[in-house]
């Protein structure tokens, strides 16, 4: 959050909740109860961003705006093999929105929708993207 000094920030150790212990457990928690989430209330804005590498491939993402956006844009990128519909992504852009915060879900390249618009794919290795 803006003004906010991460280094005097008040630090909350981790716990992780039953059943879920460990970071493989963690991992697979939202791939094995496929929560679905409503984004109903904050309707989201189709973005197109090309990339400037010549590729002529071009990133699809989705923003949100709360009704009142009282905090800063939040950025939600998946991880490997996932998309900005994936649970996890959803969960947490819903969290956020009802935080007041808008938010954008952004698809790699290649990934999700953003399959058909690019010729490249990401990978873990693709940093310049």
């Known amino acids: 959050m803006a ?7 008040p630090s909350v150790p981790f716990r992780p909740r039953a059943p879920w212990w460990g970071a493989d457990l963690q991992t697979l928690r939202n791939f094995l109860l496929r929560v679905d989430v409503d984004l109903s209330a904050w309707p989201g804005e189709d973005l197109v ?6 590729s002529g491939d071009q990133l699809l993402a989705v923003l949100h705006r709360p009704v009142q956006a009282t905090r800063p844009l939040a950025m939600l990128v998946h991880g490997l093999a ?3 519909e994936s649970s996890y992504i959803r969960a947490t852009a819903a ?7 808008p938010v954008v879900r952004l698809n790699l390249r ?8 690019c010729r490249l794919q990401y990978h873990a290795g ?3 993207d």
């Open 3 to 9: 003004g906010v000094d991460a280094s005097t920030a």
């Open 95 to 101: 969290h956020l929105l009802a935080l007041g915060h």
């Open 49 to 54: 961003l090309p990339m400037r590498d010549g």
């Open 82 to 84: 996932g998309s900005a």
């Open 126 to 128: 693709r940093t310049d």
């Open 110 to 117: 290649g990934a999700g929708p953003s399959r058909a618009t």
